[in-house]
């Protein structure tokens, strides 16, 4: 346990950075799973739907620092190219 006061407060500050931050990235886990639930039941267009909400979700993180940038960028790339490969498929069916 910290001692002095500055390392007490340090210790606080961390605390609560900590809890921010684990619940940024639950509620952004939580709206992948759904999505990701979406996809699994080939329901594109309540995909589609909840997109812009995801998108919501993950540029909150990167605005909260949870998630940097790029890599809020890279997951919102990987969802919009899962979601047109199963559209595709579903258009050809």
Do not use: C, W
Request: hydrophobic share 35%; proline share 1%; charged share 35%.
């Amino acid at each position: 346990m910290a001692n002095h006061a500055s390392a007490l407060k340090a210790n606080r500050q961390s605390e609560k950075r900590r809890n921010a931050n684990r619940s940024n990235r639950s509620q952004l886990r939580s709206g992948l799973r759904k999505f990701e639930s979406l996809l699994e039941e080939q329901k594109s267009e309540q995909a589609r739907a909840a997109l812009p909400v995801l998108y919501a979700l993950v540029d909150k993180a990167v605005r909260k620092k949870s998630l940097s940038r790029n890599a809020g960028d890279r997951q919102k790339s990987r969802l919009t190219r899962r979601l047109n490969r199963i559209s595709a498929g579903a258009a050809k069916s």
